[in-house]
């Protein structure tokens, strides 16, 4: 008789129910990844919940940009950089921390992939 050996997948856990819809599907693409390469543990699951976070607010400021321009003329006719600007920054300079604390950037990009689409894949945008 042999003995049969079993592998048991981890399950992904469901993303935290704080996290807003955008938010939540972030975490639904990143964390199958993640934890795959054991970024995803127990001990850090609220600091990939806050990136996922800052993800899903980078996308939305940067929807609101898209849409409404970068600049925006206020009532005395001088042009000023969109309020959203510097939020937008914030946002992006707090992925790029998330991220360097998770382990998430190696430095090197995929094998045929150009330099945009590496960037892009190292915020975890789609």
């Known amino acids: ?20 819809a955008r938010a ?28 996922c976070g800052e ?14 321009g970068l600049t925006v003329t206020g009532k005395d006719g001088v042009t000023r950089p969109h309020p959203c600007q510097r939020p937008r920054a914030m946002a992006s300079q707090r992925v790029i921390q998330f991220g360097k604390r998770l382990g998430m950037f190696s430095g090197r990009e995929a094998p ?9 894949r190292a915020f975890g945008i789609r």
């Open 1 to 20: 008789m042999t003995a049969k050996i079993v592998k048991l997948k981890k399950q992904v856990p469901p993303a935290p129910a704080h996290l807003s």
């Open 24 to 51: 939540k599907a972030q975490w639904e693409t990143l964390a199958p990844g993640l934890m795959a390469r054991g970024l995803l543990t127990p001990e850090n699951t609220d600091l990939i919940a806050a990136y």
């Open 55 to 68: 993800l899903a607010m980078l996308a939305e400021f940067g929807e609101i940009l898209a849409r409404e």
């Open 112 to 120: 045929g992939a150009d330099k945009a689409t590496a960037k892009h």
